[in-house]
Nanobody, 119 residues
Framework: QVQLVESGGRLVQAGGSLRLSCAASGRSFSSYVMGWFRQAPGKEREFVARIIWSDGGTFYVNSVKGRFTISRDNAKNTGYLQMNSLKPEDTAVYYC????????????WGQGTQVTVSS
């Protein structure tokens, strides 16, 4: 059974930093893409960033470019989302997800971790 488990979410002041982790168990993710999504209260879930596990290629939504960094540790089978210069509008439940490289949709999802940014 493949599982993704997020951690690292908490309350932080605006301008602060957090690092979210997504531990992947059950298989190697060398042929996968890992993504981070978020869902704020009353809003639809939105894509934040993704990383190609095999070569480290990254992509970000414009609203987080220059503030967030997605990375992965192959040895630990863990993905990360480093979030700097946090803003109140970054408040959301953050989810990690994974899909096979070349796949059209994310098939594996974590349970989510709450990030709250106070002004």
């Amino acid at each position: 059974q493949v599982q993704l488990v997020e951690s690292g979410g908490r309350l932080v002041q605006a301008g602060g930093s957090l690092r979210l982790s997504c531990a992947a168990s059950g298989r190697s993710f060398s042929s996968y893409v890992m993504g981070w999504f978020r869902q704020a209260p009353g809003k639809e879930r939105e894509f934040v960033a993704r990383i190609i596990w095999s070569d480290g290629g990254t992509f970000y939504v414009n609203s987080v470019k220059g503030r967030f960094t997605i990375s992965r540790d192959n040895a630990k089978n863990t993905g990360y989302l480093q979030m700097n210069s946090l803003k109140p509008e970054d408040t959301a439940v953050y989810y990690c997800a994974a899909k096979r490289s070349g796949g059209s949709s994310y098939e594996l999802w974590g349970q989510g971790t709450q990030v709250t940014v106070s002004s």
